[in-house]
């Protein structure tokens, strides 16, 4: 009997494919916002955990709205960024995941600030009351670098790029030429 040939030659390479789990830089997230959103994910969670551990409130209000912006923003900032530090943004369906991300860090931006503002007007003024608006204007600062940056290096994400530039810098010039109706009369 013959002994059997192998089915692949010995040049044919097998695919492996990346065991990698973490893909940063991709198209959604370079290394430096990537960086800022593990600081937002941080600084939420310390606000979040500081103002927990409050005991008493004579406005309770405020602490509630607080509670409910950095534990949202804790929540979903970590949702964003492993779906856009992974392969896990393919799957979900969402194809304009740019806008997505500025418009929530914007707005995260945004209600951080009120509930900042909010709890540091009307807190009973512990240390651990005012160790949580340190830190929920902290995560502030951290939301409004992180839409600075994404305009800085992607521009704003709903600017019309519709119109055309003329290549010499001036506008743009009409055709002098006329098409093919104008041509076939003369024919």
């Excluded at 519709?162 to 010039?173: D, I, L």
Aim: with cysteine; charged share 15%; aromatic share 12%.
């Amino acid at each position: 009997m013959a002994a059997a040939e192998p089915v692949y030659s010995p040049t044919t390479v097998s695919e492996t494919k990346s065991k990698k789990w973490l893909i940063v830089p991709t198209d959604n997230l370079d290394k430096v916002r990537c960086l800022i959103k593990v600081v937002e994910v941080l600084l939420s969670f310390v606000a979040f955990i500081l103002e927990e551990v409050v005991t008493n409130c004579m406005s309770c209000s405020p602490l509630y709205f607080f509670e409910f912006v950095s534990c949202t923003a804790f929540l979903f900032t970590a949702l964003l960024l492993i779906l856009l530090a992974t392969t896990l943004h393919k799957r979900v369906g969402i194809s304009y995941w740019p806008s997505l991300d500025f418009v929530y860090t914007a707005l995260m931006a945004a209600f951080f600030l009120i509930a900042s503002i909010v709890f540091a007007s009307d807190n009973g003024g512990t240390d651990l009351e005012n160790a949580a608006v340190a830190f929920g204007f902290l995560a502030t600062v951290a939301f409004l670098v992180d839409a600075g940056w994404f305009v800085k290096t992607r521009g704003f994400p709903f600017k019309k790029t519709n119109q055309q530039a003329a290549s010499n810098g001036g506008a743009p010039v009409a055709e002098a030429e006329k098409l093919n109706r104008e041509q076939n009369e003369a024919d």
